[in-house]
């Protein structure tokens, strides 16, 4: 069984990809819901409904169910300890770089909505606060939580 210390975050992590892979899948396949809330090329793509555009859909839900089977593979007990110190580098690794993301389109979000970066274009300020308290904050979130139960599997705590 694995040690609380890596099963909250990773569980946290699986439950955050798959509803990611479950809110891009939703959208590819022609739902409509909270996608203003998006904006931008990602609400445009979703809207084109073109075969590119849901092949490009499946893709991104794959990517992303394939996060939250990787952080479910840290509290497999059937894994070998070579095998999991390899997944917990790539999900400190892939978690480092989710976290990082989110954070800086938080912050690049807040200061446009704050007035203190003016952008070049028109900007969908709806879309933009949801991208900074919801969308991007969850990559953020995310991220933490998969970069964590990597380190407490590769640790063994």
């Known amino acids: 069984m ?3 210390r890596t099963a909250v975050p990773a569980y946290l992590a699986a439950a955050l990809a798959f509803a990611s892979a479950a809110v891009t899948l939703f959208w590819t396949l022609g739902g409509t819901f909270l996608l203003d809330t998006v904006g931008g090329a990602f609400e445009d793509l979703a809207r084109d409904a073109s075969i590119g555009a849901v ?3 499946a893709a991104v839900a794959s990517l992303k169910a394939a996060a939250g089977v990787l952080a479910l593979s840290l509290v497999s007990p059937r894994l070998a300890r070579s095998r999991r110190r390899l997944l917990a580098r790539v999900s400190i690794g892939g978690g ?3 976290a990082l993301y989110g954070g800086l389109l938080v912050v690049v979000g807040a200061l446009v909505l704050a007035g203190v970066i003016t952008p070049g274009g028109e900007v969908d300020e709806h879309a933009l606060r949801w991208h900074v308290a919801f969308w991007d904050l969850w990559f953020v979130i995310w991220g933490l939580a998969l970069a964590i139960a990597g380190r407490q599997a590769r640790t063994g705590r």
Do not use: D
């Open 2 to 4: 694995p040690a609380l």
């Open 55 to 57: 092949l490009l859909g």
């Open 96 to 98: 480092t770089v989710l």
